[in-house]
């Protein structure tokens, strides 16, 4: 059911942008939609490649463009020299500790930042658009 919903959010997106409605983008949604956790555009193209579905990279980068700019997925610099993807839709607001060892990402939600950057963009009349907190340091994995 979520599937067929977040396809209708695409569709309309695409519509409402006069994008071109291709079954190639619908391809890579539900490679997106299927993907666990956080993921790179060419993580995400050799994933589909070695599944046998025939899309180009350029093609892969462009949708996750799309797909970002009508709230289905994120995209975050988690330090690195390229970015990452995540699931947004259905998702709660949240924030990751990145681990400078591993690499590991932990989610995390937390009322009390919540509320603190509420309080601050309030404070300043500003109007939020969208909020990540990134934590780098060592997981405790890594310090054993």
């Known amino acids: 059911m979520e599937l067929e919903l977040v396809k209708e959010n695409f569709t309309k997106y695409l519509k409402s942008g006069n994008y071109r409605i291709t079954p190639e983008r619908f391809v890579i949604l539900e490679s997106v939609m299927n993907y666990g956790g956080h993921f790179d555009a060419d993580e995400l193209f050799f994933q589909m490649k070695s599944g046998g579905q025939k899309v180009s990279r350029a093609t892969v980068y462009n949708t996750l463009d799309l797909l970002q700019d009508c709230g289905l997925i994120s995209k975050y610099r988690f330090g690195e020299n390229h970015s990452r993807y995540e699931i947004a839709f259905g998702r709660p607001h949240h924030h990751h500790l990145i681990c400078l060892e591993c690499g590991d990402i932990i989610e995390f939600v937390n009322d009390k930042i919540e509320k603190v950057q ?20 060592v997981c405790s994995k890594c310090q054993k």
């Open 118 to 137: 509420k309080e601050v963009c309030d404070a300043n009349k500003f109007t939020v658009q969208t909020t990540t907190l990134q934590i780098f340091g």
